[in-house]
Nanobody, 120 residues
């Protein structure tokens, strides 16, 4: 049974920091890229950052310079360090296990999500 379990969300003031974790089980974590997505009320889910198994990363423009994605394949865990948080970062954050094929990334497995709320 595959599980991705996020933790670390919460309520923080603007300018603060949070660190999200995503613990994977039931899969060979190193075989997948890991993505962090977010979905705000009334908006579509969007990619925040992705890290490939080898460590290369990409970020959404809105979070570049503020968020850092990382992973520890020995612990089957990924992380999203979020600094200088803004109210517009408020959303449910999801981690995913991603695969690349046929010219596109696909999220094969999803976590249940963790709420991040940034107050002004």
């Amino acid at each position: 049974q595959v599980q991705l379990v996020e933790s670390g969300g919460g309520l923080v003031q603007a300018g603060g920091s949070l660190r999200l974790s995503c613990a994977a089980s039931g899969i060979i974590f190193s075989n997948y890229a890991m993505g962090w997505y977010r979905q705000a009320p009334g908006k579509e889910r969007e990619l925040v950052a992705r890290i490939r198994s080898g460590g290369s990363t990409n970020y959404a423009d809105a979070v570049k310079g503020r968020f850092t994605i990382s992973r520890d394949n020995t612990k089957n865990t990924g992380y999203l360090q979020m600094n200088s948080l803004k109210p517009e970062d408020t959303a449910v954050y999801y981690c995913s296990a991603d695969r690349y094929g046929s010219g596109n990334w696909a999220s094969v497995y999803w976590g249940q999500g963790t709420q991040v709320t940034v107050s002004s």
